[in-house]
């Protein structure tokens, strides 16, 4: 029976806190797709998310064991470590959900935990190794992979399914959509959930309630997963509007490609231990939907803030974390401060949210995103294909549109053929 120290329950529960900000901030990866085309009415989506990551968090415990016992030296790591590891993590995934930015709640993780290890035990502590075969290089590739996979499969669908009947095949995909929504939330379990269970574990060991190289335990395994589920529940509703609406417009049939694609690069890196970037894959399967369909485009302004999010989420979670390490290295009463100073900032950070809600009544409402110069010019050229379905044509053509049904140059209406009905 483990035995536990006040820092160490502080620990778990902070990495509980951890999982369920991972588990909001993630939703949009199973569901954004979903809930933007239609498929699913948003409430029946997070709920269908949230079991479906329960489920998952009990698949396999590799990734766990990555962190838990590759990562960092187990064997020179204090709870507090930990404990300064998780409010970098959790600053930073409350600072990009506001801001409506799909970060990666991964990589905040190993960046808070790599800088607070660094700076309790110096950079020999971390294994480089496996940050970059398990960690990096997945990064770079996993996003390219499902792109590319989510683009081919795009144009394979319409290039087989141009001569169908147009509400047929939006039912088909429509299921289709569901179907690998659930189980991109499977496998969002079986990495993601793990996460946590991984930090739980180490802290475990690092204040001796278990013996080194240790499984998590059945109760860490739970309480991870039902924490991770209770976060998708609550609905990121800002990063499902910027997935699922602000990078590109989908139809069915791009959002099941998408999803599929996501589902088997996570899973398979799931069963590898990889330490996968949940977010990264789905956006870069997002976009390589987008561009699948001809006359579909990405918006690229959206696309480099994503970018930009995701090279600087390891070092600014390892610098907060470093800090907050610094700090709890001072005593108990230096714990006490960082502690104040997690719970004021999330308040904080809450606050300015109340600005401007966004929920599940209004998720799906069109952005004000500017379609950006190279967005703009695609759209200009290349037509989309007979018999596709168009949302809204003023989504589908914001350069073009002064209004539902309306285009800005009488003379370019002439010829078109009218939208087909909305999905």
């Not at 998952?56 to 064997?75: C, M, P």
């Not at 991964?106 to 935990?113: E, I, K, R, T, V």
């Not at 013996?211 to 990063?239: M, Q």
């Amino acid at each position: 029976m483990e035995s536990f120290s006040l820092i160490l329950a502080i620990v778990v529960v902070t990495a509980l806190a951890f999982d369920f900000t991972n588990g909001f901030h993630d939703t949009a990866n199973a569901m954004a797709t979903t809930i933007s085309t239609g498929a699913l009415k948003p409430k029946i989506a997070v709920t269908m998310s949230a079991a479906l990551n329960l489920v998952g968090a009990f698949l396999s415990v590799e990734v766990a064991n990555t962190i838990s016992k590759g990562l960092v030296d187990e064997t020179g790591i204090r709870p507090e470590v930990i404990f300064a590891a998780l409010v970098g993590a959790i600053l930073w995934n409350l600072l990009t959900w506001l801001v409506g930015l799909p970060s990666s709640s991964s990589h905040a993780l190993m960046g808070g935990l790599i800088g607070a290890t660094v700076a309790s035990a110096g950079f020999g502590a971390v294994h480089g190794e496996v940050l970059v075969t398990k960690v990096l290089l997945p990064a770079v590739a996993a996003p390219i992979v499902a792109g590319l996979a989510a683009m081919l499969a795009t144009r394979f669908s319409y290039g087989i399914g141009g001569k169908a009947e147009a509400e047929a095949t939006r039912k088909g995909y429509r299921a289709g959509q569901i179907a690998s929504a659930g189980l991109v939330s499977l496998a969002h379990g079986t990495n993601d959930a793990q996460k946590t269970m991984g930090i739980i574990t180490l802290a475990l060991i690092a204040g001796g309630a278990i013996s080194p190289g240790s499984n998590p335990p059945t109760w860490v395994i739970l309480s991870a997963g039902l924490a991770i589920a209770l976060g998708t529940y609550i609905g990121g509703w800002r990063i499902i509007r910027t997935m699922g609406k602000g990078l590109t417009d989908l139809e069915p049939r791009q959002g099941f490609a998408a999803q599929t694609s996501a589902a088997t690069a996570i899973l398979a890196s799931s069963h590898l231990g990889f330490s996968l970037s949940t977010t990264h894959v789905v956006s870069g399967s997002v976009m390589g939907a987008g561009l699948g369909r001809k006359g579909g485009v990405v918006r690229w302004s959206t696309a480099t803030r994503m970018f930009v999010a995701w090279a600087l989420t390891l070092p600014a979670a390892a610098l907060v974390g470093a800090g907050a390490e610094s700090v709890t290295d001072l005593g108990d009463w230096g714990t006490a401060v960082v502690a104040v100073f997690l719970v004021s900032a999330s308040a904080a950070i809450w606050k300015l949210s109340r600005r401007e809600v966004v929920d599940h009544t209004n998720v799906v409402a069109e952005t004000e995103e500017p379609a950006g110069v190279v967005t703009t010019a695609i759209a200009a050229v290349i037509p989309p294909p007979a018999g596709t379905v168009a949302e809204d044509p003023a989504v589908a053509f914001p350069h073009q549109s002064t209004g539902p049904g309306r285009v800005a140059d009488p003379a370019s209406a002439a010829p078109a053929t009218p939208p087909a009905a909305t999905v």
